[in-house]
């Protein structure tokens, strides 16, 4: 099985900062990597798909980069709306899940 | 609108059944790929079973032999029947379609929680 692991596991941060979050898989996964944003009581939320494609709907500030085992979802300049947990997602080899990164106010 | 609503939770004990339903609107679910997911209290997401719109499907060993999805092409809405539950069964269950090819999760519904308890 395809082993995910998310660092860091949290992070405090203000309005307007540069956030990155990376998602590392256990071993490679070419570009099957998905990116979800969740808030307390709601369903996750698809923000990046493939890597690097955006799905539609979602803000540009949100990008992702990266293949084969090493991924990196950047939020350039964080909004009140952005404090969530972040996971990430691999579907090379069946589907996991990263633990997430919770992402909250300094 | 293109939704999913879940609907089929509860309280069960352990080696109960239930099965869960998920009816979409706006969009077909026998043409596109289904999953289910999970989400334990206080814990990350687990993916549990995928329909493909072929009809092939697919379990994470976790719920193997136990759980089954299918759909009802005429209702145009999805199940999962839960068999032998345990208490590490217990969380809330989303239904999601799949954008397919990269099996990204592009529409959720809100979740029903299945709680597994004596």
């Known amino acids: 099985d395809i082993q995910m692991t998310q660092s860091p596991s949290s992070l405090s941060a ?6 990155t979050i990376t998602c590392r898989a256990s071993q490679s996964i070419s570009s099957y990597l998905n990116w979800y944003q ?4 709601k369903a ?5 798909y493939a890597a690097s494609s955006l799905q539609s709907g979602v803000p540009s500030r949100f990008s992702g980069s990266g293949s084969g085992t090493d991924f990196t979802l ?15 997602q691999q579907s090379y080899s069946a589907i996991t899940f990263g633990p997430g990164t919770k992402v909250d106010i300094k | 609108e293109v939704q999913l609503v879940e609907s089929g939770g509860g309280l069960i004990q352990p080696g109960g059944s239930l099965r869960l339903s998920c ?3 706006g969009f077909t679910v026998s043409s596109n790929y289904m999953s289910w997911v999970r989400q334990a209290p206080g814990k990350g997401l687990e993916w549990v079973s ?4 072929g009809g092939s499907t697919y379990y994470a060993d976790s719920v193997k032999g136990r759980f089954t ?7 145009n809405t999805l199940y999962l029947q839960m068999n032998s539950l345990r208490a590490e069964d217990t969380a809330v269950y989303y239904c999601a379609r799949d954008l397919g090819g990269y099996n ?5 519904g809100q979740g029903t929680m299945v709680t597994v308890s004596s």
């Open chain 1, 74 to 88: 950047t939020i350039s300049s964080l909004q009140p709306e952005d404090f969530a947990t972040y996971y990430c």
């Open chain 1, 14 to 19: 203000s309005v307007g900062d540069r956030v």
């Open chain 2, 69 to 75: 999805i299918s759909r009802d092409n005429s209702k």
């Open chain 1, 44 to 48: 996750p939320k698809l923000l990046i």
């Open chain 2, 50 to 53: 995928v329909i493909y719109s």
């Open chain 2, 23 to 25: 009816a979409a609107s």
């Open chain 2, 104 to 108: 990204a999760f592009d529409i959720w």
């Open chain 1, 38 to 41: 969740q808030k307390p009581g």
